[in-house]
């Protein structure tokens, strides 16, 4: 196995980083999250013309550039680092994913769309009582007059106040279909929050919403497999996030531990804190070490995937926690304050720990499919 990045995703990162470094400082970001908007639809052009950033991991047949989910993982990575809002996650990573497994006519009409920047997707599969199970639907999708009636509420449905379109899980019949729905259909009621790490989030309610059979993805009822594998790159793809967010809580930890002086010296010099910030860069290193092989590994068979998705989401939920919290100890009462980066870094950190599943749900969910691997 290759664990070396090829020169193009080097240059892939190269030059996201120097994006974000001249146009996403902590400053402008914090002024921008607060606004009504929540995000700059400007950058998010930027990513699409001025970078090509959103065509990265998809197909050039679809306009892309012929990458996949090690170029999620740079481009999320980076995203992590600067503490970026802008939904790549629900727009390329899990959207464009689902399309692309899907292929034929909405992949050649939605990804090219995407990869311009001119479509904005969120997936909408949570409800109230799925408890991280994606078999979990309630929501029904009733075949009438040649479409389907949309009936149910989806909750927690991240970036759904910036979505053009929704992917919406939906039993129909005795399975789970996946329906692309336009955000403004008729029908739809969308209540908009803000998440505690900057974000913005949607309850969304379906009522008799009508959707054409032709926005049905794969075939009627058999749409789990698809969710679950999507929901797989997701998870890998939020690790690498995490992982960036975790260098970035360590890279300002070291500086300060190096710069504050306590008894006329510096904080690092004590040999209790360069353990824990040693303890720190170990968590931290496993965490990269696992999401690259999870990562590397999603075209498995579906077992094997989910197995090494799960330990880098349960590895990455732990080493978040160990870091962020070391963070804060080591820069004190500063660690919580709004000014400094480093409590923003570490409520996404935490945010990430319950996207698509907690730390507690991965474990139970890779000990499951150890002791099946094993009968």
Not at 163 to 170: C, E, I, R
Not at 270 to 275: E, G
């Amino acid at each position: 196995m290759d664990f070396d990045y090829s020169v193009e995703q080097d240059m892939l990162r190269d030059t996201l980083a120097s994006y974000l470094a001249d146009h996403y400082d902590f400053e402008t970001r914090g002024a921008v999250v607060a606004t009504p908007a929540g995000w700059r639809p400007k950058v998010w052009a930027d990513l699409a013309e001025r970078l090509n950033l959103l065509g990265a991991a998809f197909p050039e047949e679809y306009g892309g550039l012929g990458g996949g989910a090690l170029e999620n993982a740079v481009v999320m990575e980076e995203l992590g680092k600067a503490l970026v809002v802008e939904p790549y996650l629900g727009t390329v990573v899990i959207g464009g994913g689902l399309l692309k497994q899907v292929g034929g006519a909405l992949a050649a009409e939605w990804l090219p769309r995407i990869i311009a920047g001119q479509a904005v997707l969120a997936f909408a599969y949570s409800e109230p009582q799925a408890r991280y199970s994606l078999a979990e639907v309630a929501t029904t999708a009733t075949k009438r007059d040649g479409g389907y009636v949309l009936n149910g509420r989806k909750t927690g449905v991240t970036g759904g106040p910036w979505a053009s379109q929704l992917l919406v899980t939906a039993r129909s019949g005795e399975g789970i279909s996946l329906l692309l729905v336009d955000a403004d259909a008729q029908g739809l009621t969308r209540s908009d929050y803000p998440t505690i790490d900057g974000g913005r989030a949607s309850d969304i309610t379906f009522h008799d919403v009508f959707v054409p059979a032709e926005r049905l993805l794969g075939a009627e009822g058999a749409a789990l497999p698809l969710v679950e594998r999507a929901a797989d790159e997701a998870i890998c793809a939020l690790c690498a996030e995490a992982v960036g967010g975790m260098r970035r809580m360590l890279a300002d930890t070291v500086a300060y531990a190096s710069q504050r002086k306590q008894f006329g010296v510096a904080l690092a010099t004590f040999q209790v804190l360069q353990h824990r910030m040693a303890d720190m860069f170990t968590a931290l290193e496993q965490s990269a070490a696992l999401t690259l092989v999870a990562t590397m590994k999603l075209d498995r068979p579906a077992a094997e995937r989910a197995l090494v998705a799960s330990a880098a989401k349960a590895q990455v939920g732990k080493a978040a926690k160990l870091v962020g919290q070391a963070a804060v100890q080591i820069h004190g009462g500063m660690g919580i304050t709004e000014e400094l980066a480093l409590g923003h870094y570490f409520r996404r950190a935490t945010a990430i720990g319950s996207q698509f599943g907690s730390t507690d749900f991965h474990l139970r969910r890779y000990a499951d499919l150890s002791l099946a691997d094993a009968a």
